[in-house]
């Protein structure tokens, strides 16, 4: 006589019907995720490893088109770090950077406060001042040139009324570096504006009440209150910015190609340069220069990556 097989118990039942629905979660969670992965995969992933094997290979033009180049370590990396170009473009890099940031944020919040007082007309003025960011860069940065021309520019026009001499803004090594910094700040006030004044409205008001109601002055609420507050909305404002600057071409390139003589050459300028700035192009320092970019980009956001998680702690 055989045994009838034993039901399963019912508290069974339910355990194996969520552990189906949780697998046809995650498969659902993966199939959405995947157009992400693939975008990131073409776009992103593939171009640093191709870059990355351009520097790492002795690449002609034949090679480059039909494969077939010899390994060779890290030998343009030492082309690149001996060349006289390179701490120049270092320099400027390191300077251009820097010195955009520091204004770009600084004229960014003085309009951010400004803009968040409410007055007649804010509103239109605020929308004014977003111009410059909407502008395609090879529309600003050829405003820039004509505006700075030695000959017919209306800067130096501006200075002739006031009995100054006129400057070669775009072709004197003292001040090529300077014509393409003060650009770029134009350019990238609009964006601290945007990102600064949004901070600014999650402050609540009766903060700075309390503050005022304790006989704080006007600066003291905004380096005692308002600063410490804004402090994750400036923190990734100076990340955004500092990605954008660093990788800063299209300005550059338009007003002064780089130049005279290196003048206002960053490490965007001359890698673009090397790689296809010239009839025989070197594909491996170029790619060598940009990939120095990208270590410069990514230690910076690991070092913000790092501070967040101190705050956090």
């Given amino acids: ?40 995969g073409a776009f992103y992933a593939y171009p640093l490893y191709r870059n990355l094997d351009l520097s790492l290979r002795a690449y002609t033009v034949r090679s480059f088109v039909q494969g077939g180049a010899p390994f060779s370590g890290l030998d343009n990396y030492r082309t690149v770090a001996a060349d006289p170009t390179f701490l120049p473009a270092l320099t400027h890099t390191v300077v251009f950077t820097v010195v955009c940031l520091v204004f770009q944020f600084s004229i960014g919040m003085a309009l951010a406060l400004f803009f968040r007082q409410n007055f007649p007309l804010s509103a239109t003025l605020r929308a004014l001042f977003l111009v410059p960011w909407l502008l395609p860069l ?18 130096n026009a501006a200075l002739g009324v006031f009995g100054a001499d006129p ?62 507050l804004l402090r994750p909305v400036s923190a990734i404002t100076i ?27 960053t490490f965007a300028t001359w ?8 009839a025989l192009p070197r ?3 170029g790619a060598a220069v940009g990939n120095l970019l990208i270590v410069m980009a990514l230690v910076c956001g690991l070092v913000y990556i790092r501070m967040q998680r101190r705050q956090a702690a």
């Fill in 1 to 40: 006589m055989t045994e009838r097989p034993r039901a399963q118990p019912a508290a069974d039942q339910p355990d194996r019907a969520a552990r189906r629905r949780g697998r046809a979660e995650q498969w659902w969670a993966w199939a959405f995720a995947a157009p992400v992965v693939l975008y990131l």
């Fill in 138 to 155: 090879i529309v600003s940065a050829s405003s820039w040139s004509w505006m700075l021309n030695s000959d017919s520019g209306i800067v």
């Fill in 167 to 228: 400057v070669n803004w775009l072709t004197d090594p003292r001040w090529a570096l300077v014509s393409v910094i003060i650009a770029n700040i134009w350019i990238g006030v609009p964006f601290n504006l945007v990102v600064l004044y949004s901070g600014l409205q999650a402050v609540p008001a009766e903060i700075h009440e309390a503050a005022a109601l304790d006989g704080a002055s006007g600066w003291q609420r905004f380096w005692r209150v308002t600063f410490p």
């Fill in 239 to 265: 990340l955004l910015g500092l990605v954008y600057t660093l990788k800063v071409f299209d300005i550059i390139w338009i007003m002064t190609r780089g130049g005279p003589a290196d003048a206002s050459a």
């Fill in 271 to 278: 890698s673009y340069r090397l790689g296809f700035g010239s």
């Fill in 283 to 285: 594909f491996g320092p």
